[in-house]
């Protein structure tokens, strides 16, 4: 581990951010696309089912990843999850049914329940502890940056050439991400890596969920039930405004989100994880606001922005309060049990949202009022949370 006056953007580093903008550029470019295909295939009322069944499975694999990261090794779990990708890309033209493109949201879900969970622990792994909240916040700037062009580029890909063209390319990008993540070095050390045996799949109840990571899972559970809403809400939002690109709610968001994460990370490792992740969720609350008053591509557009900046503030400092939590042996069974949070929570939001919704234009600003009142939730939560110390959410 390098000594804390020491840069961190080195070659590891350098290379795990890259390779996670493929990834998070490869399965994002599908989402602006995916509900006017389903509806085309005669499956619209199943559109909450698109981020529901994904993230579903990312949830469910989340102890396998985090077991497999603390005794296999970092590197292979990170790249099972860009190979998901790269396989599904090629299957959705081939699975051109409703029940077949369901089917591949549900296996396309692995993906992000293997590679971000070892990805964290890689990256605490390389980087010093009090700049973990830095880190965290730049590799969040690299993987926002993929989802960011991933929507632009695939509204683009479908609108000029087809949607099979737009599938292909998420599987080029995963490919790539691939190929850099096997010139990486693995971090896991040799005295606590086993051999991949049957042994490694059995999850037993204390495999599934880090006590310790409790607190952070909870606030990320709440505060992501919006995301699942935002997801499967503003293609069509969007084109009730008259904006023809799909993809320009996620270009404006995750330019402020990246904007805000080149110092985001490093305020909760000045100020303490917990008032930065209060002052995150207060914006991430106002922005949902904006949304739901805003009936004009105007305040999408700002909605958007200023979601990116709570999002931007947010995720960053929770990921470092997970770690800090954590204990150094198990970090990715801590960063596990915030990423099933995570997933519940988009998958729980998603659902809901599609139940709720059913096609009715007219009730996408009252959903977006109810995610608000969700992630009030999470904020009188941590208002009424207390550690030992408050300080002690400062890395030493």
Request: glycine share 10%; aromatic share 12%; charged share 10%.
């Amino acid at each position: 581990m390098q000594h804390a006056s020491q840069s961190i953007y080195r070659l590891p580093f350098v290379l795990l951010c890259l390779s996670s903008l493929l990834f998070s550029a490869s399965f994002n470019m599908l989402i602006p696309e995916l509900p006017a295909y389903l509806s085309s295939m005669g499956g619209g009322e199943h559109k909450g089912l698109i981020i529901a069944l994904f993230t579903l499975t990312a949830g469910i694999s989340r102890p396998f990843s985090g077991k497999l990261t603390d005794t296999v090794g970092r590197v292979p779990v990170m790249a099972v999850g860009s190979f998901v990708c790269f396989v599904c890309g090629f299957l959705y033209p081939v699975l051109s049914s409703v029940a077949g493109f369901l089917f591949l949201r549900l296996i396309h879900g692995f993906s992000t329940g293997f590679k971000p969970t070892a990805t964290a622990a890689y990256v605490a792994d390389i980087i010093p502890r009090e700049r973990w909240g830095e880190a965290a916040g730049m590799h969040g700037l690299s993987f926002s940056l993929g989802m960011a062009i991933g929507p632009a580029i695939g509204s683009a890909i479908s609108q000029a050439y087809s949607i099979d063209a737009l599938f292909y390319c998420s599987s080029v990008f995963a490919l790539l991400s691939i190929v850099i993540l096997m010139n990486m070095k693995e971090t896991l050390p040799a005295a606590q890596r086993q051999r991949l045996r049957r042994a490694s799949f059995r999850i037993s109840r204390t495999d599934i969920i880090d006590p310790r990571a409790i607190p952070a899972a909870i606030v990320t559970l709440l505060s992501y039930v919006a995301y699942g809403a935002i997801l499967t809400l503003i293609p069509d939002w969007t084109t009730h405004l008259g904006i023809a690109n799909r993809g320009v709610f996620f270009v404006a968001f995750t330019i402020a989100s990246v904007a805000i994460r080149f110092f985001s990370g490093r305020l909760s490792d000045q100020y303490g994880r917990v008032p930065i992740i209060r002052y995150g969720l207060a914006t991430l609350i106002l922005s949902l606001g904006i949304l739901a008053w805003g009936n004009s591509p105007v305040w999408l557009i700002v909605g958007a922005a200023v979601y990116g900046v709570g999002t931007g503030i947010l995720s960053p400092a929770v990921n470092a309060w997970t770690i800090d939590l954590s204990h150094p042996q198990q970090r990715g069974k801590a960063m596990a049990t915030m990423y099933i949070a995570l997933e519940a929570g988009i998958g729980l939001g998603a659902l809901i949202t599609g139940w709720v919704y059913h096609d009715a234009i007219g009730r996408i600003p009252y959903i977006f009022l109810g995610t608000m009142a969700v992630a009030a939730l999470a904020w009188g939560y941590l208002w009424a949370y207390r550690s030992e110390s408050e300080g002690n959410d400062v890395p030493v």
